[in-house]
């Protein structure tokens, strides 16, 4: 029932960007910073976001980002054993991205269970 009512809620409703988002997207890009979404939420709530957000264009069957994708990667809570607080989105995240160097990592948040 509650995934119902979530999945339609997306659905029906209008999905914008926080304000600035785009804007610091684009910086990192050019500035060779990679960027990887995760989230608490399943698979196919991000990819509904995703798709109307437009940032789904880009990403491949792995939801990898391709060359010239807003974003390089996307992670949902089915990826991993565990969800936050754990670390696991971002361990998955560094590995996919070929990252080893969690001091070269930043995780930035909008809920207590991100930091």
């Given at each position: 029932?509650?995934?119902?009512?979530?999945?339609?809620?997306?659905?029906?409703?209008e999905v914008v960007p926080t304000k600035g988002?785009?804007?610091?997207?684009?910086?990192?890009?050019?500035?060779?910073?990679?960027?990887?979404?995760?989230?608490?939420?399943?698979?196919?709530?991000?990819?509904?976001?995703?798709?109307?957000?437009?940032?789904?264009?880009?990403?491949?069957?792995?939801?990898?980002?391709?060359?010239?994708?807003?974003?390089?990667?996307?992670?949902?809570?089915?990826?991993?054993?565990?969800?936050?607080?754990?670390?696991?989105?971002?361990?998955?995240?560094?590995?996919?991205?070929?990252?080893?160097?969690?001091?070269?990592?930043?995780?930035?948040?909008?809920?207590?269970?991100?930091?």
């Amino acid at each position: 029932m509650f995934k119902t009512v979530l999945e339609e809620h997306y659905a029906d409703h209008e999905v914008v960007p926080t304000k600035g988002a785009l804007r610091i997207f684009k910086f990192l890009n050019e500035n060779g910073v990679k960027i990887a979404l995760t989230t608490g939420f399943y698979r196919k709530i991000i990819t509904i976001i995703l798709s109307k957000l437009g940032w789904i264009h880009g990403l491949d069957k792995t939801w990898k980002g391709l060359k010239d994708s807003l974003i390089q990667l996307s992670l949902s809570s089915d990826d991993v054993k565990n969800g936050r607080p754990a670390p696991d989105l971002i361990y998955l995240a560094m590995k996919r991205l070929g990252l080893s160097d969690p001091r070269r990592v930043i995780k930035i948040g909008d809920t207590p269970s991100d930091l």
